[in-house]
Every structure is written in C-alpha cells, then in structure tokens.
C-alpha cells in the first residue's frame, strides 16, 4: 500500500479531507496535477494586474491553457466553466466571498416541491462550519438576521464609501443586508498576516491574507505527515472486483505511469472533474463509469447563473478598493415568496468596481468613454464612481444539465475533455430576470444616476455542483450521505458534486463543511479516531 | 506612411493628451508590451493601415492632419466599416495605456503594483444596520437548525 487514503485534489475539498485525515493515524497520500504557487508572483506584485487577470490567471481554463490544465467543451452551456488547477485549486482565484447556505436548502422538496432533500441537514454540519471557519480565517459580523448565529469570525473587511453607499439604498428599500462573510483573515491569523486592501484577490493574494486553502490547510496537513504529490495527474481508478477499487493511475511531469494503492480513494476534483473521471474509469464492472450504476453520474449539474448589476454614481466612492468581491451582500430574495413567479431565490453580493482598465474598457465598449478628446473626462466620470453587483441564482437540479465524456477533445494526457451541455430552466429566468429588476431599483435607491443590468454573465461558472449527489435512494444518487459511493464501498466523494441542491450563495464554506463530514465517515469506517 | 507613423497619429486622436492635467497621450503606450503573439502583430497592424485608408476615402485626409472635430466626423462617417478595427486597436492600447506605470500615476492611480503597498478603506458606519436588525430574522425555520 502506498497509502491508507489516497485524496484526489488539493483544492477546497480535498485540503480539508487531507487534513481533517491528518488528524488520524491513517497514511495520507493527496494527488494534483497542479503544482504550489508562489504568492509573490501573483499578479497584484505588478503594475500590470490587470493584464495578468486576461491571461495567466483568467479564470477560463481554455484561455490559461497551461501545463495543469485540461480542455473543457463548454460549447452548449451560455456559462463558461472556471477552475483553477495548482494546490489551493480555485481557492487561489476565488473572491473569498464565504457564506453559508441556509438551512432551508437542504429541505427544497419538502418545503418548496422542488429539487430534492439532502439526507444530511444545516444542523449536521454545524460543528464542522466552525471547524472550517478557524481553520480558513473567516471575517464578518454576528448578529447576521439572515443565519441561525454564526459564532467567532474575525472583524468584517471594511465596507468603503461604495458598501456604505449601497447599504444606504437597502435600507432605504427596507432590504436586507450584511457585511460579508469572507474567507479573507483581517488579523493576524494562523501565521498569515492581516488584509491590506490589495484588491484584486481574484488574481490570488499575494499578502497570503485570503483564506485559499494552500496557505491555511494545506501547511498545517503538511506539517502532519499528509504527502502531496503534485504535477501528477489521476489518469483513472481501477477497479478490479465488485465492490472496492484497487488502486489509482497517475501519470506525473516526467510522463511516467504510477500505479498507487490504498485501502480506500477520496475524490475532490469538484461538479466537472469529479465525473470526468468517474466516467473515464470504466471497467468490466462499472461499463459505464466508475459508481455509475444509477446512470445519474454527470448528471444534475448546477453552476449558479450569475446576474450582473452596476451602478454609476456622481461622487467619487473609490469603489475599485478593497476586497475584490466582499463588500455587503444581501439575501433578501433567499428564501421562497409564494407572491413571486419563482420558487426558491437569489443573494446579492457586492463587488468592489472595476480597475482603471476593466473601467475604460468596459466604458469604451458601452460608447460612455468615448475616443478623442473626451477621453480623459469619460474615464473620469466613471473610475471610483462605478459600484458592480452580482445577484447568484438558485439553480435547481436537472438531469439534462449535465457533464460527459468529449467524444473527440483530450488533455495532454490524453483524458477525453468533459463536455458541460447545459441551459436555464424557466424557473431560473424567471428569477434572473427579478433578480435584474430590483439590482436595478437597489442601485438606483442608493443615488445611482445610470445603471447597467444582465444575466447570465458567461465566464463566471465557477460553482459547480450536483453531479455525483448524494441521497438515501440508489437508483438515483450517487453516493450515500457520507459521501460513500453506493456501488464501491471504499469510494468516496467529497467535493460539491455530491450537492443535492445549489443554494443561492457561493458553495465554498459549504462544500468544505461536507468534506469535512465525509472525512470524519472515511475514519470511522477505517477504525480510526480523528483527534 | 508607415504602419508606425499612422499608430502614433491615430493614438493620439484616440487619446489625445491633455497638457493642463499632465495627461499623456495614447502614442506615449508602448503597444508593443501587449501585443503577446505574431497574429495579434499583424492583426493590429492591418486594422491601423485599414483606418488609414479609411480616413483618406472617406475624408480625404490623413490621419495626420486631423483634428479632433474631423476625427469626431470620422468616427461617426466610418462607424461600419471601422467598428472591427477600432475594437482590434482600441484594446490594444487600452491594454497598453492603463497599465503603464507612468500613464497610471499622471491618473493619479498610483504607479505601481498593488502589493505591498495595498490601500486604506474606509470601515464604514455599521450603525446602518440597525433597521436590518429591528426587522428581525429573515431565514425560514426547519425544525432543525439547531
């Protein structure tokens, strides 16, 4: 055995599983095809951020193109599909943005007729919530209206001229809001330093102050004995009786095929790699992908569309400082209100604006700054003074949105390329097109004299969830409510492919509070006790 | 006249410069830190020549010998036809203008990268949360939540 688990991926997911794993006697063994980066050769150690955001650190992985990334044929799906592949995995991209869902979604079918229920609920994962929060560093603010209480964060990221601004407007419709919940450490924590106000943490933060999980799980799980194999590539898990698998391929930089074994396998290669390479391991056993018997692998994929919203301001609010993407948000229209055309809902989360060139380049495009000599003014008229919105849509599950094996596309390990097929359900444009509305009346509620509003936004499909879900019927779940596989039991998956539902928040605090959970049901059924 | 000599005219209509703010003009970004392939080269340098030609056909001057206004009409008398190659160019020196370290600071933007030095941010006022909290809990009950 060269291990006693083997974790595919060093992202959210898998971070926390190896660590969480750490605190056993079993032998941890993490397998990425990413590599470490440096914080301070993140793009916001230069001048040119903005430019690096277009292309090194887009979030596209058929623009980045590099050696860890592999094709995806998002062809038939209006949302682009985003990753990043490195330890930290989209973490190093991500906003930081870290809400929880809300207890009412795991119960969508109960309470609405919609979806279906998780077998696990809010209450469950409450401890490993907390767990999660003091090893990522989580700042904002008790007392939240929105959330049974939420204890210990840190100090909330500052709300600036423009959240102050926009809270003015909620509160002049009577809307909720609250300061954000961030993945991001406003003091001194766990050896990292406190936010500086950098700005672009989408690009990674160079300050190591967000919470991405290569600088807050990954060196403590290091330093307790997990072994991280990186620039190596999971080609396929074999299985080779009935019931377990035996061992996982993987091919490393140098081109050679290693064959590891273990008692059992986690996967955390999140909502597109997770059934790619379930799918991929046929075998005599499983013809049609590894833990597929249901056929429901790939399927029920949810990526969150995302409306957009801007506002134009006359005064000056530096909206471009600070945190990129935690400011405010509001959930409002979270929860089901029978008096709308929509089941199920939506959150607003306030950006911080655009930089001096996604504002001049926008504006260029949209003919408010204009070329020749009111140039300097047009731009003028708008840096600082452009406040941007995002809303996030409860996607619900449905088979036909769904991820499968690219008959013709291949990576550079030649793995066929997932396809994503999907579309918005009616329910969803019904919401989107609500949820455009009123980001429009908010804006203009808090003194906004032009606004912009449009959904959904294509490269944003960072939240992938639901193609592997978990439930208590095998004939349409994937994996049990412990992340365990229905057909081999020493299978797991613990990444948000085994979401039931979507939630209308950014997935990350919730897909690590699952990992977590799943983690702990690895132990117990190894014999082990977690310290 | 040369592909270069039409750009550095051309960027100067685009972005004129403005002595009184000490605002450099378009011409002042180096494209050439942009353009990151052969193809873009060369896409970039057939849409300067194509606005060239342009501004000989339909104005009948060069783009030398324009001023703001004529550029103005320009814009307007040309839009089809220059749309593809005002959309190639432009973002090239966007590109190229707003992240040029000297181009930023005469913005008043700062020259240089955001790290290390970051930024101040105003905390704000969270008193403004009063009528959130007066309202009162928002979120649906379950049964178990706790």
């Not at chain 1, 600036?160 to 961030?182: I, K, Q």
């Not at chain 1, 059934?275 to 391991?281: A, E, K, T």
Request: negative net charge; charged residues 20%; contains cysteine.
């Amino acid at each position: 055995m060269d291990a006693d688990v083997i974790v595919i991926g060093a992202g959210a997911a898998g971070a926390a599983v190896s660590w969480r794993l750490s605190r056993t006697s079993l032998k941890v063994l993490c397998i990425e095809q990413g590599d470490f980066h440096n914080p301070l050769e993140y793009p916001s150690t230069r001048s040119d951020w903005e430019l690096k955001k277009l292309s090194t650190h887009n979030p596209l992985p058929n623009v980045r193109n590099s050696a860890a990334d592999y094709p995806i044929n998002d062809d038939d799906s209006p949302i682009a599909v985003s990753n990043f592949n490195a330890v930290g995995g989209s973490t190093v991209l991500f906003s930081g943005h870290f809400p929880r869902f809300h207890p009412s979604d795991f119960f969508t079918k109960s309470l609405d007729g919609v979806g279906d229920d998780w077998p696990i609920t809010y209450s469950d994962l409450e401890p490993y919530f907390e767990i999660n929060d003091r090893m990522m560093g989580v700042a904002g603010l008790k007392g939240d209206t929105a959330y049974p209480e939420i204890p210990g964060m840190m100090p909330p990221v500052p709300l600036g001229l423009v959240g102050e601004r926009l809270a003015t407007g909620f509160n002049n419709l009577g809307w909720h809001w609250w300061p954000s919940y961030s993945a991001i450490v406003t003091k001194q924590h766990g050896g990292r330093a406190a936010c500086i106000n950098l700005g672009p943490c989408n690009t990674g933060c160079a300050q190591s102050a967000k919470s991405s999980v290569d600088v807050s799980y990954w060196p403590v799980a290091l330093r307790q004995g997990v072994e991280l194999l990186t620039q190596t590539r999971v080609t396929r898990i074999v299985q080779n009786s009935p019931e377990t698998v035996d061992c996982v391929e993987a091919v490393g930089a140098d081109g050679e095929l290693r064959i590891l074994r273990s008692r059992a396998v986690v996967i955390a290669c999140n909502g597109v790699g997770t059934p790619r390479l379930l799918l991929h391991s046929r075998s005599d056993w499983a013809p049609d992908g590894l833990g597929n018997s249901s056929g429901q692998v790939g399927r029920n994929l949810m990526i969150h569309p995302l409306g957009y919203v801007e506002g134009i301001f006359e005064d000056d609010l530096a909206s471009h400082l600070g945190p990129q993407g935690c400011c405010i948000a509001s959930h409002e229209f979270y929860e089901t209100d029978s008096g709308r055309d929509f089941v199920r809902g939506y959150s607003f989360q306030v950006l911080r604006g655009p930089g001096p060139l996604e504002t001049a380049l926008s504006g260029v495009l949209r003919r408010e700054i204009p070329w020749g000599e009111g140039h300097h003014e047009g731009f003028r008229r708008r840096f600082g003074k452009t406040a941007s919105m995002t809303a996030i849509l409860e996607d619900l599950p449905h088979p036909d949105n769904r991820v499968e094996l690219d008959p013709v596309r291949k990576d550079s390990s030649n793995i066929p390329a997932p396809k994503v097929t999907y579309a918005l359900q009616p329910n969803t444009k019904r919401m989107m097109s609500h949820s455009l509305n009123r980001g429009r009346e908010l804006m203009r509620a808090a003194g906004a004299f032009k606004t912009y509003a449009f959904g959904p936004v294509r490269e944003t499909g960072w939240h992938l969830m639901g193609t592997t879900r978990m439930g208590t019927d095998e004939r349409n779940s994937v994996v049990n409510r412990y992340g365990q596989s229905h057909d081999v039991r020493n299978l797991y998956i613990a990444d948000s492919s085994v979401f039931v539902t979507s939630g209308a928040v950014n997935p990350t605090s919730t897909l690590q509070a699952v990992a977590l959970w799943i983690a702990d049901a690895v132990a117990r059924d190894l014999g082990v006790e977690v310290l | 006249m040369s592909v270069s000599g039409n750009w550095r005219f051309l960027a100067d209509l685009m972005i004129p410069p403005d002595p009184e703010k000490g605002l450099f003009p378009g011409s002042v970004a180096d494209v050439s830190s942009v353009l990151e392939s052969e193809k873009a080269r060369r896409e970039f340098d057939s849409s300067v020549a194509r606005i060239a030609e342009l501004a000989d056909t339909l104005m009948g001057t060069s783009l030398e010998a324009m001023t703001d206004a004529l550029f103005q009409d320009f814009l307007s008398t040309g839009r089809i036809e220059l749309e593809p190659h005002l959309r190639t160019v432009g973002t090239i020196l966007l590109k190229a203008y707003y992240t040029d370290p000297l181009i930023r600071a005469a913005l008043g933007l700062g020259s240089g990268a955001p790290f290390p030095a970051g930024s101040s941010v105003l905390d704000g006022d969270l008193e403004l949360l009063e009528p959130v909290y007066n309202r009162g809990k928002i979120y649906r009950d379950v049964g178990c939540e706790h």
